[in-house]
């Protein structure tokens, strides 16, 4: 058997809540893995335990805590009334800490639990003012500060839907999203930092306001200090400080378990974004069990998770609040020319305690020679790691540069459950390159062709039990047949989620790629992960990306695209060094056909690459059938795999 990179630390685990919530569940002695077994083998006993662990204050009882166990349609604590708003701003005594503003410059202010309530009481009001209620819609055109989590926080006591999207989005691509949900108020900031520039967005606020032709006010949010115009929307126009300055009572309206909390889009690069439908109960629910057990939350911790408001882990990092710990809100680049190690530098100063980012994140820290440990990162007990999977060359360089006591904590979930299939807990061992282990609560399998179950074998990740925070359903899909077919036509009443993954007789779980965009050559699959990890390890390279596309003729081309590092020039001796690289430490059989120097790699709005839509622009589709330019962050670069195809497709056979 590999021996494990980190093995658990028996003081932590014996300190740790997950180990005092097995205790309380009956599961006194229990490991990872007979915890996890009971945690999928009765769910119903697994979430009533977890419930009652974090003191749930229903306002009505549940009944049952799974009526109907059926994907899609489980009913979850039925008869219960709550509000996710009620239970985040409960934990945290008046005076402590419950979220800390950073930003790239590395300034703070902080914001009292006191002053946190008192502010969320006041936007309610606000709200309730102008008229929003149950179910109506509030949408945040917003950069990831207090101002954000506030008006959430707001939105969801008085049971309306809130829905936000990060202002480097355009006004078009954010309408594309909000218009969908016909809101009756958008909050909107003056605009945002990013890499040493202060970026207006008056007038992209405006333009967006115009293009919501239902809202009856827009709240202007005064975060860079840039003034409004006199009637900067066309809708009624409330100063955030008028807003957010009131006295008033704060007011938790129950609502049902199931009720709609939030709206979250998927990233919409090949047509109109979904809206993805989460209620109250699942979300609090699964967020506490995700935060307050895998990553050992509560009060007294500090979480500080680089995300931007448009990506699940916003949601997340909002959550932070249930378990009584001190979220901290970051605006800004990861890693600004100015102070490449700022995001460091702060979680030194502010004592964190579960730092949170990305695999290109440390990757990037690790190529350009930044080190960490020139700061004082004893407080840093967990780095967490999401996005996409995280290589085992940076295991060491996290152990080597962060220290040697952190839990590396590589993550896989997807917005469209708001939270993690797999990963670690204070009690798992970690494999360099691997998840450790499915999270509690989560039935995970890899499913073969024939939708059996395989170990030690590549296989589709499939989810056969339900989880309380799968969507209640997607927005405008009355009948639930997008909804059905987006994770329920491959495997009936399984959950497929689009990834390749092997889970291992030793129960970690390795993550593949994207199972629609695996490399298939000559019946060999491969997925375009593993040949990007070894790619990405060479100095020369920055980025890289794999395409396998099927050609009319019934061949199959596989180029690997490469982007550069400053001064390197793609020769035939970097050729055949990628060549070999891929060869011994990847496939023989998945050495690409060709190798481009191209001069970037597009992604969606939070760091996906788009493997799919690069693909089909090779194989010849119109660039309008597959992709939404408004949801890439480099637009431009789509018109250069289109020409790429088109020469492709130009050359004599």
């Not at 800490?97 to 002053?115: F, I, K, N």
């Not at 218009?179 to 900031?189: G, N, R, Y």
């Not at 938790?252 to 109109?272: A, I």
């Not at 496939?587 to 839509?613: A, F, N, Q, Y």
Request: charge should be negative; charged fraction near 20%; hydrophobic fraction near 40%.
């Amino acid at each position: 058997m590999t021996v494990p990179f980190t093995t658990p630390d028996p003081q932590v685990v014996a300190d740790s809540n997950i180990r005092d919530f097995a205790r309380h569940a009956g599961m006194d002695g229990a490991d990872y893995s007979a915890l996890h077994q009971w945690s999928v083998s009765d769910l119903e006993g697994f979430w009533g335990a977890v419930w009652k662990y974090f003191d749930i204050d229903a306002d009505t009882p549940y009944e049952r805590v799974l009526a109907e166990e059926t994907m899609p349609g489980a009913r979850w604590f039925t008869g219960a009334t709550l509000n996710y708003a009620h239970h985040a701003l409960r934990n945290h005594a008046d005076d402590a800490v419950a979220v800390a503003a950073l930003d790239e410059t590395g300034s703070c202010y902080e914001v009292t639990a006191g002053r946190l309530r008192a502010q969320v009481a006041s936007v309610a009001a606000t709200l309730r003012d102008l008229g929003v209620g149950k179910g109506d819609r509030v949408v945040g055109y917003l950069p990831n500060t207090p101002h954000a989590i506030v008006a959430f926080l707001a939105t969801a006591s008085l049971g309306a839907v809130w829905s936000v999207c990060g202002q480097d989005y355009a006004p078009r691509a954010a309408a594309d999203r909000f218009a969908q949900l016909e809101p009756t108020v958008l909050i909107a900031s003056d605009g945002y930092l990013f890499n040493g520039t202060a970026h207006d967005r008056r007038d992209a606020t405006a333009e967006l306001a115009l293009a919501l032709p239902t809202l009856k006010a827009t709240l202007l949010v005064d975060h860079l200090g840039l003034p409004w115009p006199a009637q900067p929307c066309p809708s009624l126009a409330v100063p955030w400080e008028d807003a957010a300055t009131r006295t008033e009572q704060l007011d938790c309206t129950p609502v049902e378990f199931d009720h709609p909390l939030w709206v979250v889009f998927s990233s919409g690069t090949t047509g109109l974004p979904k809206g993805i439908v989460h209620g109250h109960g699942g979300v609090l629910l699964e967020h506490l069990k995700t935060l307050g057990l895998h990553s050992d939350l509560g009060p007294g911790d500090r979480l500080l998770w680089y995300t931007t408001t448009h990506w699940m882990m916003w949601n997340l990092v909002a959550s932070t609040l249930l378990t009584g710990a001190t979220t901290c809100t970051y605006d800004g680049s990861p890693a600004p020319l100015a102070e490449p190690d700022v995001l460091w530098k702060l979680a030194a100063r502010h004592r964190v305690t579960v730092f949170g980012t990305s695999p290109q994140y440390l990757l990037g820290m690790a190529k350009f020679g930044i080190d960490p440990s020139v700061h004082e990162l004893s407080s840093i007990r967990v780095v967490g790691c999401t996005g996409s999977a995280l290589p085992a060359s940076a295991y060491p360089w996290v152990r080597d540069h962060v220290g040697e006591h952190v839990l590396l904590a590589s993550i896989s979930g997807g917005t469209d459950v708001v939270s993690g299939f797999a990963g670690s807990a204070p009690n798992t061992p970690v494999w360099a390159g691997e998840l450790s282990a499915p999270h509690l609560g989560v039935a995970l399998a890899a499913y073969d062709a024939e939708g059996t179950g395989v170990v030690d074998q590549v296989g589709e990740l499939v989810v056969t039990r339900p989880m309380p925070s799968m969507p209640l359903y997607f927005w405008n899909d009355p009948d639930g047949s997008r909804y059905r077919d987006a994770y329920f036509s491959s495997y009936p009443g399984v959950w497929r989620h689009g990834d390749w993954i092997t889970l291992t007789s030793r129960g970690s779980v390795i993550v593949h790629g994207r199972s629609d965009s695996t490399l298939n050559r000559n019946g060999v699959r491969l997925g375009s992960a593993d040949i990007h990890d070894v790619v990405e390890r060479l100095p020369e390279i920055t980025e890289a990306l794999v395409i396998g596309a099927e050609e009319p003729d019934g061949g199959y081309w596989m180029p690997l695209f490469v982007v550069l590092a400053a001064g390197v020039v793609l020769d035939d001796s970097l050729r055949a060094k990628i060549r070999d690289a891929i060869r011994n430490g990847a496939s023989p059989r998945h050495v690409p056909d060709e190798i481009l120097d191209v001069p970037g790699i597009p992604h969606t709005r939070t760091g996906k690459k788009l493997e799919v839509p690069v693909k089909r622009l090779l194989q010849g589709a119109p660039v309008e059938q597959v992709v939404n330019r408004g949801a890439v962050d480099a637009p431009d670069l789509i018109d250069h795999y289109a020409r790429l195809g088109a020469a492709r497709r130009k050359r004599p056979a």
